[in-house]
């Protein structure tokens, strides 16, 4: 099974700075990664798939790169409600492996 | 709209099983894969294991093989996860996603619907 690691696990930022995050894979996962964004007692949201692509809804802010085991996840200009966990996900590809995720990174308030 | 709903809290004693149902729409069951995810409290998700709906094929994580589940009802578009051998470390919200195109469909690829969250606690 594909090892997706995170980095750093907390991130103390400000709002309107700049959040980088960062997901590395033990083996090449091509294109095939999501972002997601979780908030206390939600569900987890879909904010990037396939690597670079943004789900319909999410801000521009948000953006996703990298390919094969290295990638990052940019949110701009940090609002208040982006304070929250989030998880990378191998997800895709064929033919069907685990879709592991990552442990997480949290961004809190600094 | 789409909705992914879930079946209600459950309480069970260690050594047990546990059976949780999963149901979306229709219109859009064969097109997506169906995952299951777990978050114990306080921690990172867990995948556990997907299934393709039109072909009942599944996947599973490595840490789950023989002790999971995951079966589909097409008639009434739903899926159900069976742990079985429960142990107080398997207490935890279960989560089912639809979302992931299926080999050969036409369809949006960031289409990705969350159920609520079953709370499964493991307790003698």
């Known amino acids: 099974e594909t090892v997706l690691t995170q980095s750093p696990a907390t991130l103390s930022l400000s709002p309107g700075e700049t959040a980088t995050l960062s997901c590395r894979a033990s083996q090449s996962v091509l294109s095939h990664l999501a972002w997601y964004q979780q908030r206390p007692g939600q569900a987890p949201r879909l904010l990037i798939y396939?690597?670079?692509l943004r789900a319909t809804g999410i801000p521009p802010r948000f953006s996703g790169s990298g390919s094969g085991t290295d990638f990052t996840l940019t949110i701009s200009r940090l609002e208040p409600e982006d304070f929250a966990l989030y998880f990378c996900q191998r997800r895709g590809g064929w033919p069907p492996s685990p879709w592991t995720f990552g442990q997480g990174t949290r961004v809190e308030v600094k | 709209q789409v909705q992914v709903v879930q079946s209600g809290a459950e309480v069970q004693k260690p050594g047990a099983s546990v059976i949780i149902s999963c149901k979306t729409s229709a219109s859009t069951f064969t097109f997506y894969y169906i995952q299951w995810v777990r978050q114990a409290p306080g921690q990172g998700l867990e995948w556990m294991g997907m299934v393709n709906p039109e072909t009942g094929t599944t996947t599973y994580a490595q840490k789950f093989q023989g002790r999971v589940t995951v079966t589909t009802d097409t008639s009434t578009s739903t899926v159900y996860m069976h742990l079985s051998s429960l142990r107080s470390d398997d207490t935890a919200v279960y989560y089912c996603?639809?979302?992931?195109?299926?080999?050969?469909?036409?369809?949006?690829?960031?289409?990705?619907?969350w159920g609520q969250g079953t709370l499964v606690t493991v307790s003698s």
């Open positions: 996603s639809q979302g992931g195109i299926l080999p050969g469909m036409a369809a949006p690829g960031d289409f990705d619907h």
């Open positions: 396939d690597a670079s």
